[in-house]
């Protein structure tokens, strides 16, 4: 089992609607949990973290963490073109952060 | 505040020859990181530091890849003898102080071993 799975896509989602992007981890130990923005060309760029269970809520994305079923997600509501780029799913191992390949997004205007 | 920068932005150079990758860090960032990013591998951690000592290195994919830390304001990352195979972006990373909070990271190199 790979350490941090998302699935790779790409997600097409229209224009004001609701993206979704799961990611699932190995290490029960994980305690901190990241998502990562990456446009095409671009270095990944901190978008959310969050490390207790439950939803942390900032603008339009919502993170959710389920540690019990070692799931991690993130909303998008309202979603726009500028959305349109490739998510990056991070969990720590120890003092270091692996990161999922990621899911390409794709929103159609 | 300046960023993570990272030089060169591109580099081509034959099979082979010697490359080095450079990155200054955020200034008080304790770890270090070093990355390289494949479409099929990802985004691979290859070796971190922490206050200029290398803490792990299980990453680095063979004796031909090095790094060091001189100081605080100072890595590097030397592929000698290159190959096509190493052709990649190669990204530096740093965070405050712990390896497991969020990291900042460069522009990157892309790298063409031709």
């Known amino acids: 089992q790979k350490e941090v799975e998302q699935n790779s896509g790409p997600l097409s989602v229209p224009e004001g609607a609701i993206a979704s992007l799961n990611c699932t981890y190995s290490d029960r130990g994980s305690q901190s949990f990241f998502w990562y923005r990456q446009y095409s060309g671009k270095s990944p760029e901190l978008i959310m973290s969050?490390?207790?269970?439950g939803d942390k809520e900032d603008g339009r994305f919502t993170a959710q963490l389920n540690k019990a079923s070692q799931y991690v997600s993130l909303l998008i509501r309202d979603s726009q073109p500028s959305d349109s780029a490739t998510y990056l799913c991070a969990v720590n191992r120890d003092d270091k952060i692996i990161f999922g390949k990621g899911t390409r997004l794709h929103i159609l205007p | 505040d300046a960023g993570v920068i990272q030089s060169p932005r591109h580099e081509v150079t034959e099979m082979g020859q010697e490359v080095t990758l450079r990155c200054k860090p955020i200034s008080g960032h304790d770890y270090l990181f070093w990355y390289r990013q494949t479409m099929m591998r990802g985004l691979e951690l290859l070796i971190y530091f922490n206050n200029n000592v290398p803490i792990d290195d299980s990453g680095m994919p063979e004796d031909r890849f090095s790094a060091k830390m001189p100081n605080a304001s100072f890595s590097t990352l030397k592929i000698q003898p290159s190959e096509p195979r190493d052709s990649a972006v190669y990204f530096c990373?740093?965070?405050?102080?712990?390896?497991?909070?969020?990291?900042?990271f460069g522009d990157g190199t892309r790298l063409s071993i031709l």
């Open positions: 969050i490390y207790s269970n």
């Open positions: 990373a740093s965070s405050p102080d712990r390896g497991d909070q969020p990291q900042h």
